[in-house]
């Protein structure tokens, strides 16, 4: 028997029943399986025993029985039967992540968790001395339960012909699941386990709060840490299965409790809830109200594959949401005879009123427009009034014209080398001039120090006019209390905008500003290009520093 003529329904060393094909690696075939002596699901892997991977096979199969942490899937049997070499590992019942995320992303919550599962039980195996070899979408297995499990260890790099590996391979990898699992995107320059690639821009992958809203700031600083070469803001690399699983227990906790139900039901509600916009915050398991919603955008699923059943529900786009009580389901949500669980009716005689009332609504109207008529004619007698007796206000020609906004007509971030990475966020420029105040653009985290950790000078946005104009004010719509920020003009050529810091003159500052502050400009000020340079930043939530900036409006 060969592993070219094992087909569902054979018996493989008289004792595993063949029952379906999960996968091919390179000839090589994983069959679920019947372990007929012990009366309990199996995966067996098959090759040919002439195959130059068998010894490697055997040799990887003798290194994972040391992996003792429950997470891992163990390997039970290794042998050459009948010219073909098997070996046979535990069943878990489940998704692979790479199914899973062929339906969108996770939400930060759940994507932190995971990878910190993965991380503790690479923690523990490196320990041994042993290394996985092949972390992937494809070996993370989310079971029924919602548990973790972890498929292949050093044996399906056998398979792959991929060598052992090194432990610093294996947290690197992990990194590649944990950005794919908070993106949907593959953090690589091709597509991979039916994940498209992630974008890079000038050579250099963007970290995934940059390629998907929403993404936890933290998350995504560990994110950059792992994949960074190097990472931003002089962050320290994450390189040990340690010093991950250490990172994400100070995000989500070390609770060994799934933050929601890994299954097809959460994900769908993820995607229809939109991703929460904080790490520490879990998608409730809940139907959403039926009475105004919050806007969620969707867009079409993604290609689905054959292995194994999973019903992918549609992508969508996060949406910031404020935390409210979640109804009681026996109180706020009734079950009608058709079984639908929306809001309770009120009776029907309620909701109608009688003429009475009509009538009494009518009669307030009315007087209510009676005293704004009167009120009307008092003021304007009262201004006539004022007239005869002398006043006169002052002729028009010496009243300041009013201020007029200037248009702009583009903007760029502004983090020029070496002292800063070469780019800030620039995708979500535009957010801070399209009149909307819930889209925002924001720094960097930035650790321990309010002015950008002490790496650099600033970080800012230069915008531009179009032409050289007269400017005499800059408003901002900020988040976060604390925020101090200068606004510069070039200082040679007014219509080129400058390269390093120093090419730029101060003309407003403003220390220390709220939500919202303005700032007037020296007189005479003319530019083209406006820089907001923001030179500290207030504390977020997690600890560190971020500047955000939700509108400018520049006016002449």
Known sequence: MSNQTI??????????????????????????????????????????????????LFDAARRAAAANDPRFLRVLDCDIHDGTTYCVREWAGGRPLERMLGAGPLTGQQAGWLAREVAEALEHLHRAGIQHGAISPA?????????????GVATEA????????????????????????????????????????????????????QVRAGVPRSLDDISDRLLGDPPRHHAAPITSAAGLSAALSGVIGSSHEPPSQLSDETVA????????????????????????????????????????????????????????????????????????????????????????????????????????????????????NEQGAGSSPKPSVNQPPPAQKLKIV??????????????????DVPNTYDGDLQTTWDTMSYKKRPD????????????????VQDVTQVNL?????????DIRIPAEDPATPGKKPDDWKKVGSVKDAGESASVKLDPGTKSRYVLVWLTSLPKADDGDFVGEIAEVTIQK
Do not use: C
């Open 139 to 151: 070996t993370v297995v989310v079971t029924d339960a919602g548990a973790i499990k972890v498929v």
């Open 410 to 427: 583009d903007a760029k971030d502004f983090d020029p080398k070496p002292d800063g990475s070469g780019d800030e966020h620039p995708k």
């Open 269 to 384: 509600i993820a995607q229809q809830n939109g991703s929460v916009d904080d790490a520490t915050v879990m998608v409730p398991n809940v139907a959403a109200p039926a009475l105004e919603p919050d806007p969620v955008y969707t867009r079409p699923p993604a290609n689905s594959t054959p292995r194994p059943p999973y019903e992918p529900g549609p992508d969508a786009r996060p949406v910031r949401r404020r935390q409210g009580p979640v109804p009681e389901s026996g109180a706020a949500m009734g079950n009608g005879a058709n079984g639908s669980g929306g809001r309770r009716r009120a009776p029907e005689e309620k909701a109608k009123g009688g003429w009475g009332g009509r009538i009494l609504i009518l009669l307030a109207i009315l007087a209510l427009l009676s005293v704004v008529a009167m009120a009307q004619f008092l003021a304007k007698d009262a201004f006539k």
């Open 158 to 209: 056998a398979l792959r012909s991929a060598g052992p590996g090194s432990p610093e391979d294996d947290v690197r990898a992990l990194g590649q699941v944990l950005f794919a699992s908070l993106t949907g995107r593959w953090p690589g320059p091709t597509a991979a386990w039916g994940l498209q690639p992630a974008p890079f821009e000038h050579g250099r992958l963007l970290t995934p709060r």
């Open 7 to 56: 087909s569902p329904g054979a018996l493989l060393a008289g004792r595993y029943r063949i029952a379906e094909l999960l996968a091919e690696i390179d000839g090589a075939r994983v069959w679920r399986a019947v372990d007929e002596v012990l009366s309990r699901p199996v995966v067996v892997d098959v090759l040919s025993a002439e195959d130059e991977r068998t010894d490697a």
């Open 452 to 467: 950008l950790g002490g790496t650099k000078e600033g970080v800012g946005i230069y915008y531009d006019l179009g032409s």
């Open 477 to 485: 719509a900020l988040v976060g209390d604390g925020t101090s920020l």
